[in-house]
């Protein structure tokens, strides 16, 4: 059964670049959630789209921006990237109220 | 506003041994409730989702149970194996249009051989 892809796995950039993060939802999953997990941390939730529309926002910071595509792919773009921002990056989706399913996660790491 | 709370933080057991992970909610007002393991640096893999109407939840070796009124979940593991050791977080719909889930702090849990 195809999972939720994201993409890069890994990533490392320097501060105040830029990254652009990628999810490719499961097929028919109408709600797509990014979450932020840093070291030793649960994961805290970003941001989400419902039916590509912007549908709840959490704790993301000013600089990073995402969106849904007509694909129903997904990209998380940061940017001035700072040291604090090192962590693992996850996409997740689901179908109305059923199982939340992840991705295997992006690791940033802000050198 | 959703809080979720685990206990422990971590546990260490031997190997064979049945072992219960605690969560807990502060608002009750949920329509599910989901576990998930996670191993060091992996994604994060669903075990069981609990629906509001239902008290228990069984897959294999896992029996996950569901008590709104009091706010708490539990994660039964029957048998543990050294697999088994992982990270082990709940996670509680936030509320919102989309009801993110808010996870716990998880708890670590190592089956030693």
């Known amino acids: 059964a195809a999972g939720v892809i994201q993409s890069p796995r890994h990533l490392i950039k320097e501060k105040r670049e830029t990254a652009t993060l990628k999810c490719y939802p499961i097929?028919?999953?109408?709600?797509v959630y990014w979450y932020q997990q840093g070291p030793g941390q649960d994961p805290q939730f970003l941001i989400s789209?419902?039916?590509?529309?912007?549908?709840d926002k959490g704790s993301i910071p000013d600089r990073f921006s995402a969106q849904q595509f007509s694909d129903y792919h997904s990209e998380l773009n940061m940017s001035s990237l700072e040291l604090g921002d090192s962590a693992l990056y996850f996409c997740?989706?689901?179908?109305?109220?059923?199982?939340?399913?992840f991705g295997s996660g992006t690791q940033l790491s802000v050198l | 506003k959703q809080e979720v709370t685990q206990i422990p933080a971590a546990l260490s057991v031997p190997e064979g041994e049945n072992l219960v992970l605690n969560c807990s909610f502060t608002d009750s007002a949920i329509y599910n409730l989901q576990w998930f393991r996670q191993d060091p640096g992996k994604g994060l893999t669903s075990l069981l989702l609990i629906q509001s109407s239902q008290r228990e939840q069984t897959s294999g070796r896992l029996n996950a149970s569901l008590d709104k009124s009091s706010g708490r979940s539990t994660l039964y593991i029957a048998a543990s194996q050294p697999g088994d050791s992982a990270t082990y977080l709940c996670?509680?719909?936030?509320?919102?249009?989309?009801?993110?889930?808010?996870f716990g702090t998880g708890t670590l849990l190592a089956v030693q051989p």
């Open positions: 997740a989706s689901r179908r109305g109220a059923e199982k939340l399913f």
């Open positions: 097929p028919r999953h109408d709600t």
């Open positions: 996670a509680a719909p936030g509320g919102g249009a989309t009801n993110k889930l808010i």
């Open positions: 789209f419902y039916e590509k529309m912007q549908s």
